[in-house]
């Protein structure tokens, strides 16, 4: 929130002012984000993401749940996001987050 008030009315018989309140969180809206898959491979230490979301033009990002370290942007193919990423371990579970606001996470599937 955030708040102004006017000058006071020094010249009239009761004086008085205004005091505003403005929502300043700018209703942001928030998308769907579904990770469709989530799949690390152990021998070759890559980890691949395929995810959506119901925002027309938004930035997907695939970050390790547990300590929130970015792994990477997906890149869009048609409606759906993918990435291939070199990653070093397995990392359990995955978050994705979207520009828009939307976030999902996955449990990795291991191969």
Do not use: E, H
């Not at 027309?56 to 193919?77: D, I, M, P, R």
């Amino acid at each position: 929130m955030c708040y102004a008030g006017t000058d006071v009315n020094d010249g009239a018989s009761n004086p008085y002012c205004y005091l505003y309140a403005f929502d300043t969180t700018g209703g942001v809206a928030t998308d769907t984000v579904t990770v469709t898959s989530a799949l690390y491979n152990t021998s070759r230490k890559i980890l691949q993401v395929q995810a959506t979301t119901t925002a027309t033009s938004a930035t997907l990002q695939v970050f390790v749940t547990s300590t929130n370290t970015l792994v990477g942007t997906l890149t869009k193919k048609d409606t759906r996001y993918q990435g291939k990423f070199s990653w070093p371990t397995n990392p359990v579970n995955i978050t994705v987050k979207s520009s828009a606001g939307g976030s999902a996470s996955k449990a990795v599937t291991v191969r």
